[in-house]
């Protein structure tokens, strides 16, 4: 069955150091990878993801994955965190032939982050 | 500005009492998702609808009601069967099924149980 795994239920970095959020998944095939952000009581907004060529994928507000097939990883990363980064990180893969129909996501159950001054 | 309206934001329901949270697209897209999430819990799929008059029953669906009369509305049923409905909720809408397609959210609604 495919799976998700953030084995960081919580970080704490300091503003200005660089992040690193690990995600592992367990999938079939080739997998479809997203990150998300949730800030509190907000819904998920899209970073990234994904689905095929280059490994390294670029996303919004400074930050990057890198799918690793060999290590089963998607781990997202930010050269200098800034204040308003805390939020919750949610790695998410597409799941296939889901409930009888592709295009549902598993999650990972998130990590948060939080910004030390 | 295109996207995806959940109302209320903030709901208290007796116990016993059915309540129903709205979700409005107007991305045009075919795909239709309500999600459940619980601190530590991550996202759990309560039913997903991939066209207009159908839907599918996700994990949790015990205890939930959907309909799919129009592409651009799917409202969720909380009804008394559901025991612990105390719970932040999600919508989603995507283009279409398929693997790799990219879901998008509303801002969720919470629900408390009184």
């Known amino acids: 069955a495919q799976s998700v795994t953030q084995p960081d239920i919580h970080i704490t970095v300091s503003e200005g150091a660089s992040l690193e959020l690990r995600c592992n998944y367990s999938?079939?095939?080739?997998?479809?990878l997203f990150w998300y952000v949730q800030s509190p009581g907000q819904g998920l907004q899209l970073l990234l993801k994904y689905f095929s060529g280059d490994t390294l994928v670029q996303g919004i507000k400074g930050f990057e994955a890198e799918f690793k097939r060999s290590q089963s990883s998607f781990n997202l990363r930010k050269p200098s965190v800034h204040w308003s980064d805390a939020a919750e990180y949610f790695c998410a893969v597409g799941a296939m032939g889901y409930g009888g129909s592709q295009g549902n996501l598993i999650f990972g159950k998130g990590t948060k982050l939080s910004v030390k001054p | 500005d295109g996207g995806i309206t959940q109302s209320p934001k903030y709901l208290f329901r007796k116990e016993g009492q059915n309540v129903t949270l709205s979700c409005e697209q107007n991305l045009n897209h075919d795909a239709m998702y309500w999600y459940r999430q619980d601190p530590g819990q991550g996202l759990r799929l309560i039913y997903y609808?991939?066209?207009?008059?159908?839907?599918q029953k996700g994990d949790i669906a015990e205890g939930y009601s959907v309909s799919r009369e129009k592409k651009e509305s799917f409202p969720l049923t909380v009804t008394s069967a559901q025991k612990n409905p105390t719970a932040f909720y999600l919508c989603a809408s995507s283009p279409r099924t398929g693997t790799g397609n990219t879901i998008y959210f509303g801002e969720g609604s919470w629900l408390t149980v009184v």
């Open positions: 999938y079939g095939a080739t997998p479809y």
């Open positions: 609808s991939q066209i207009v008059n159908d839907f």
